[in-house]
Each structure stands twice: as C-alpha cells, then as structure tokens.
C-alpha cells in the first residue's frame, strides 16, 4: 500500500525545528542552514497542506491552531524515526569489527581467510582498514590492529601471533635460470628484490646478511619497489628474489607458485602481533568472537608457544 499524501519531509524537519523553538533563526542554527531556507521550508509546506501554520509578527512566530495540531503530529513521528535509525545504527556498531593493519599483512594473510569467517558470522561486518606508515600504535581508530613489531609498542594490549622468520623466495621459472643455488652469498648473481620504504622496520637484504653473519655482498641487479605486496607479485612474476616472511608468504609456498632457492632463513626475536586498544574498555561480542577466529588461523605450532 502506498503511503499517500506525503509533503515535502525536507520541509518537515523544518517545520518541526522551527516550532519547537518558535524562531526560525534558533531552527536554521540547530540545521546548519540560513534563516531563510528555513522559512523557504515551511512556506513550502504551507503551500503544499493550503493551511497557515505560523502566525508571524514583524519580531516573532507563533503556531496557528493548524500548526500547533499538526506539529505534535510531526514532532510525535520524527521521534520515532530517529529513535529507530538510532538503533538501528547502534546495532551496526556492535556488530562492526574494525581491524588495521598493513597493506602487506592485508592482502597476503588476511584478506585470504576472512570469507571462512564472514560465512560463518553473517550478523558481523568487517571493515578493514590499511595504514603502513603508524608512528602511534596507542592512537589507531580501530577494535583490533594487526602488525610486525621489533619491539612491543607501549599504551597498547599486545598478543604475539607468529614470530618472524626471513628467507629468499622466487619463482620455480626464476630458480630454473639460476641453478645451483645452495648459499647466500651465490644470491649475488641474482636480481633481488628490494624493499625501500625507510620508515618500515622490516628487515631488507643488508641486515639479513648482517644478522647472518656474513656481509652482503652486491647483487647483480635490483629493483626496489615500495610496497611488500607488489615486491611479492614481482617474485610471483619472475623478476627477482625477494625477502619473504613466513605466513605471509605460506601460500604462494604451499601451491609452488613461489619457491626457496637457498635453505638459509634468518630468525629473530620480533613478531606480528595482535594489538588491541585499552581505550575501548570492555570488547563487544563481535570484537571477541573475531578475535577468537584470528588466533584459530594460526599454526598449531605458533599457538601453542
């Protein structure tokens, strides 16, 4: 059934601020528009009912019985259409999980597995948001972070997800025109993929070397790229030998898109962590039960650290 006559509802909310307030300056001001687009508002609405609903004075405004009748109508259906957006958006709030995290840890490790998690939480929206470059960890707008830290940020719950191992990775095709690979100094006649991003923490070539014990020596060639994700499409398309990051890279390992040509891999004592403000206060349900899905996609291994 269609819901008929309907005036103008622009017009309404006009109406209902202005005759709440009897000013149509006070109303303008509450609306964030001009005095006259309010009384613009309400003579449309006039116009449109054929009835006065103000009685105006050079200094003041007034209901006329029409109005005064037809405003407890408004006012009284207004409130309920706010009262019932304003749940509505509340239980979309709780319902909503919003997760930050790299572009890296984004496309090679997450986004990979939520769809399992969104087919099984139908009622939870997940909105998830990529920043690389955080100087403050405490002061993310988010429910939970996801991140490599060196060293565990202060002003923030932190959970330890995975610890870090670095080794080389390329693609079979690459490996297939450097044979004989077996030692980290062979990697010199290669084209390494180089991460240059300075305000990241990640470990690149020369410090891997050098937590190795062993200087770096010159590559061949390399190409630096900016982004960890677009370096690990570059080694998927057999350009070069990148750094990669277990987990992240586990995937692209498992299926044989990528492979290790050299058995050496550097550990450390860092980690990707699960970081979770203490300015939320208690978690809401869809915050726990996604976090309790993170930490199930880890490995047995790692979870039992």
């Known amino acids: ?146 991140y490599y830290c060196s060293t565990p940020p202060k002003g923030i719950q932190v959970m330890p997800l995975f610890s870090e191992e670095v080794f080389p990775v390329c693609s079979p095709g690459y490996l297939s025109k450097h044979p004989g690979l077996t030692e980290p100094q062979q990697l010199a006649g290669c084209t390494w993929l180089w991460l240059e991003d300075p ?8 410090e891997w070397f050098r937590q190795l014990g062993q200087k770096a020596p010159e590559p061949k060639q390399r190409i630096n790229i900016n982004n960890y994700s677009m370096l690990i499409q570059s080694a998927l398309s057999g350009q070069g030998i990148a750094l990669g990051w277990s987990n ?4 692209h390992l498992q299926s044989g898109a990528l492979v290790r040509p050299i058995e050496a891999v550097l550990r450390t004592k860092a980690k990707f962590c699960l970081l979770e403000p203490q300015s939320r206060g208690i978690s809401r349900h869809s915050v726990t039960r996604f976090r309790s899905w993170l930490l199930e996609q880890l490995p047995t291994a790692i979870a039992e650290e």
């Open 1 to 146: 059934m269609k819901i008929h006559p309907l005036p103008p509802l622009n017009s309404l909310v006009a109406f209902e601020a202005a005759a709440r307030h009897l000013s149509f300056t006070l109303a303008a001001h509450e609306l964030n528009v001009t005095q006259g687009a309010i009384s613009r508002q309400v003579r449309l609405l006039e116009d449109y009912l054929g009835k006065t609903l103000f009685e105006r004075t050079t200094r003041s405004i007034n209901l006329s019985p029409t109005g005064s009748q037809y405003y407890e109508t408004v006012r009284d259906a207004l409130t309920q259409v706010a009262q019932a957006t304003g749940e509505i958006r509340h239980w979309r709030g709780a319902q909503q999980v919003t997760v930050a995290t790299s572009t890296a840890m984004a496309s090679l490790w997450l986004l990979p597995k939520v769809a399992e998690f969104q087919r099984d939480n139908e009622e939870i929206d997940l909105r998830i948001i990529a920043y690389d470059h955080v100087k403050d960890y405490a002061r993310l707008d988010c429910d939970l972070a996801l």
């Open 199 to 206: 305000q990241m923490d990640w470990i690149g070539w020369q």
């Open 248 to 251: 992240l890279v586990d995937a």
